[in-house]
């Protein structure tokens, strides 16, 4: 069974950055693409950035330029480098495979952005 755990998440003022890291309990980056996603409070759970086996991104429109995926394989360890931080960014961060495997959900990580 495959667990993920999300981390880095915590407090920041707009303008700020963040980077959120998901460890693997296993060596799944190779298999499947991957995705981060977020769900802000009343709104849907959302994918924000994905990256596919091939090494390619793809971003959600508002995070283009602000997001950045990238995985390390060594350390079984997917990272979420998050630039100009706004408020409508807060939310909790979750990683799972893109698309979403039910199982794979874990606690995710709480990112707030306030001054």
């Known amino acids: 069974q495959v667990q993920l755990v999300e981390s880095g998440g915590g407090l920041v003022q707009p303008g700020g950055s963040l980077r959120l890291s998901c460890a693997a309990s296993?060596?799944?980056?190779?298999?499947?693409?991957m995705g981060w996603y977020r769900q802000a409070p009343g709104k849907q759970r959302e994918l924000v950035a994905a990256m596919f086996n091939d090494g390619s991104t793809n971003y959600a429109e508002a995070m283009k330029g602000r997001f950045t995926i990238s995985t390390d394989n060594a350390k079984n360890t997917m990272y979420l480098q998050m630039n100009s931080l706004k408020p409508e960014d807060t939310a909790v961060y979750f990683c799972n495979t893109a698309p979403a495997k039910v199982d794979y959900w874990g606690q995710g990580t709480q990112d707030t952005v306030s001054s």
């Open positions: 296993g060596n799944i980056f190779r298999i499947y693409a």
